[in-house]
Structure formats: C-alpha cells, structure tokens
C-alpha cells in the first residue's frame, strides 16, 4: 500500500519535472528571483561575518581592559576655547610626563601593566641606504599589552631599559627593506645621530584599519622600537628648558616641525587593568588625578578602545541587520514572482489538469505536481543563487577591500528559505488547480 502511493507521487513528481523541462526559459526567468535573493543574502551575511571578525580581531589587537592617554596641545586647547576664557586660564600643567605613568602605577591597585609612548620621526640608514622612518620609545610591557612576538632575537632587558642603552627592536618591514642579504640581530643602524643595535625583529601583523592605528600609533611593521630611556635621553625630551626654548626656536631638525605647542614629555600612556569591571572606576580615578597634577588644566584625553570597538561592532550590527533584511525582501519578492507564474500556468493548463482527473487523478496528484514544480524551481534557483553568493562574497573582497566570510549556516538558511518559499508560493496556484471542475477543464478553449 504504501510502495504504491510513493509511485504515484513519485508519477506526479516527475510529471512536474517534464513541464520544468519543456518550458526551460519561462522556469529560468521564474527562478531568477530566488537566484539572486539566495545570492544577496548570502554575500550579505559574509560581509556581516567579516565585519565580526574584524571587529574581534581588532579588540585582540589593542588587548583587553585597555585604557589609553593622549594629550591635548595648545593649539587643540586653544581652538575648544574661547578668548575670555584663555585669558583667564592662566594655570601652569607640567603636562603628560613619565612621572605621571609612574603616579599612575602607584595609585591603581588594579592596574596590570602600563607603557608610556614617545613618537619621534627621524631617518634610517644602512650601508647605501637610507628611508624615514618612525622611531617609538616604550616600555617592555608595550609588548606584552598588544600581544606582540619577536620573530628573532628578543625584547628589551632590564639593563635597556634602565640604563637608556642604544638598542633596538625593528618591524617585520624595516628587516625586509634593509636586513635582506644579512642578518639584523646584532647589526647597528643609524637613526638619526643615534647608532642602535638590533636585538629583536617582531612578527608581522595585519593592521588595516583606522581604529587600530589610533591606538598603537600607526603601522607596528614599518616602525622601530626603542626603551623609553633611549629616547629621552638620546633624542627628544619635552619637558627640559633648553637654549631653543629660551630663544624661541622650536624647531626639530630631524622632522622639520614646530612643537612649540606640544609641552607634554609623553605621546602617549597605554595602561591595562585586570578586570573589566574595573575600567569605568580606572576612568573615573585618572580623570581625579590629573586634574590635580595638572592645577586643573584639561590637557589629557581618557579613552578605552574596547567600549570604543563595542559600540562599532553594535553600528555594524544594525547596519548588517538592515542589509539582511533587504536581501530577504528580494528572496519574497522572488516567491511571489513563483506564484505569479505558477497561477499564470494554471491558466494555461487547464486541459491538462481537466484530462489528468478524467483519467483518474486526484486531487492530491494536482496538488502533488504544481507544488513539486514550484518547489524545484526554487531549489535549483537555490543552488545557482549559493553559487552567485559565493561568487559574489569573493569579488566584493577582492576589489572593495571588505572583509567577507561565507558561513555554513548562512549557505543552510538561504538554502532553506528558497526551499521554502517554493513550498508557500507554490501551494496557492496548486490547490487552486485542483479544485477545478474536470468537466470545466476539458471544455475550456
């Protein structure tokens, strides 16, 4: 009983399969919409995946619970501030010093590590050549904040780093450009007046964006790194009066910029906390802080990358949810498209339908084959429309630069609706056809 009913569906099935097949262009242009439907949601959902895991890449990149301090210079001040008020604001701050960092360490019992930041643009040469390059004076737990690995050699010591000795550790970048017949670790390089000694060459890292390159300062691969020590005592440092400062020029030779403005010792304090609950409270302290240290001059930013990149990935959310919800209109605008056609069909094939019961169909046998034609439709304009997404996803990587990653599941859920929207759309059209009189069927002209 039941081998003779699957027959008989089976019969019904593939008499849907040869109506497909003797009209292959009207089916294509039906499927056309569950084709691209299929393909945008797709191709939409990996880009939503892409931006995810940029989003996580980036928050492993600047590291965790990170709390980051940038001053503000005259000019920054100035224009924020109107005349009266700069006149009465006469105030002396010290501004953004090592001395703070080291305040810091002290008055955060839930800090976990810190590195004060000094950027310094000079030139690099070795043996015939010579490039611009960025010099970065850190401390050793600069490295460890922004998960950082040596490639060779190794990271500052104890003795750099207290002493102010003439080292270095280089990125994967300036080893390409300059260490490509030698070895670099323990070659000397000239930057600026300086002679530094390699001692560690770091791994290259994919830093592409401009959330990250705010936080470390630009491209970690093309810069060198030196102890903080080492820059202040070798190259630059702010805070002591010197015979320029005295007689007014404020030049620096190796850049060739004034930085009468920038009165701050320090570029930058990057600081870690050990719990997330901790960094609102941090936020709250430091702001306390240097407003006492500085006599109540405002001239350090208190950012935390983390909440920064949240709400980001909360923007990019909504806007793949959005765009999500797009690519589904087109796949239901597609299903009606399958009904349209599907009931134009019925029109069309009433004598069909009219002979089929004369010689015994029921209505289920209708249903059967109108239903199984409508769903194949979408399923093969399904896997066309996987391979578009696919496709697609690709193309938009390689020449808009957007990240996009194709899940199973997303492949698995436009599959499914495709399906499904052949069996919703298509179930109209095919009960309509069933419940047609066959005398009426087989009179109709």
């Known amino acids: 009983m039941r081998t003779s009913i699957i027959k008989r569906y089976w019969h019904d099935i593939q008499i849907a399969v040869e109506a497909i097949q003797a009209n292959q262009v009207k089916s294509f242009l039906t499927a056309l919409g569950i084709i691209f439907g299929v393909a945008a949601v797709i191709s939409m959902l990996a880009i939503g995946n892409g931006a995810k895991e940029e989003i996580l890449e980036q928050m492993k990149m600047i590291g965790v619970n990170n709390i980051v301090?940038?001053?503000?210079t005259e000019d920054e001040n100035q224009a924020a501030t109107s005349e009266d008020t700069r006149e009465e604001s006469k105030e002396f701050s010290p501004g953004l010093t090592l001395a703070d960092a080291e305040g810091i360490a002290?008055?955060?019992p839930n800090i976990n590590r810190i590195s004060p930041h000094i950027f310094y643009d000079s030139y690099v040469i070795f043996g015939e050549r010579r490039s611009p390059a960025k010099l970065e004076g850190v401390s050793v737990d600069f490295f460890e904040l922004f998960d950082y690995q040596v490639a060779e050699g190794e990271f500052f010591?104890?003795?750099?780093?207290?002493?102010?000795?003439?080292?270095?550790?280089?990125?994967?970048?300036?080893?390409?450009?300059?260490?490509?017949?030698?070895?670099?670790?323990?070659?000397?390089?000239?930057?600026?007046?300086?002679w530094l000694q390699v001692v560690g060459v770091l791994e290259k890292r994919n830093v592409t964006t401009s959330s990250i390159g705010k936080v470390i300062g630009g491209n970690s691969n093309a810069k060198i790194y030196i102890p903080i020590k080492t820059m202040l005592m070798r190259y630059t440092n702010r805070s002591l009066i010197t015979n320029d400062l005295l007689s007014g020029n404020f030049d620096e030779e190796e850049s060739g910029t004034k930085k009468r403005s920038n009165y701050h010792q320090l570029d930058k304090i990057i600081l870690q906390v050990k719990e997330t609950e901790g960094l609102n409270p941090s936020v709250e302290v430091l702001n306390r802080y240097f407003?006492?240290?500085?006599s109540g001059v405002e001239d350090v930013e208190i950012t935390v990358p983390?909440?920064?990149?949240?709400?980001?990935?909360?923007?990019?959310?909504?806007?793949?949810?959005?765009?999500?919800a797009i690519a589904s209109i087109s796949l239901i605008v597609g299903g009606i498209g399958i009904m349209n056609i599907m009931l134009a069909s019925v029109m069309e094939?009433?004598?069909?339908?009219?002979?089929?019961?004369?010689?015994?169909?029921?209505?289920?046998?209708i249903v059967v084959q109108f239903l199984a034609e409508s769903t194949l439709i979408s399923i093969v304009g399904g896997i066309f429309g996987i391979f578009l997404g696919v496709v697609l996803s690709h193309l938009i990587s390689?020449?808009?630069e957007i990240k996009t990653i194709i899940s199973v599941w997303s492949v698995v859920i436009a599959f499914g609706v495709s399906a499904s929207i052949g069996i919703i759309f298509g179930y109209v059209p095919a009960k309509r056809a069933s419940e047609r009189d066959p005398v009426e069927s087989l009179r109709y002209e």
């Open 398 to 400: 390689h020449f808009a």
């Open 157 to 194: 010591n104890d003795y750099h780093l207290e002493s102010g000795a003439p080292v270095c550790i280089i990125g994967s970048d300036i080893a390409t450009q300059f260490f490509d017949k030698t070895k670099p670790i323990g070659s000397y390089l000239k930057c600026g007046r300086e």
């Open 106 to 108: 002290h008055i955060l």
């Open 349 to 365: 094939r009433i004598r069909e339908i009219g002979t089929r019961q004369a010689i015994g169909a029921k209505r289920k046998d």
């Open 291 to 294: 407003i006492r240290r500085h």
């Open 69 to 72: 301090i940038t001053p503000v």
């Open 306 to 324: 983390e909440l920064l990149l949240k709400q980001q990935q909360k923007t990019k959310d909504i806007f793949n949810l959005v765009l999500g």
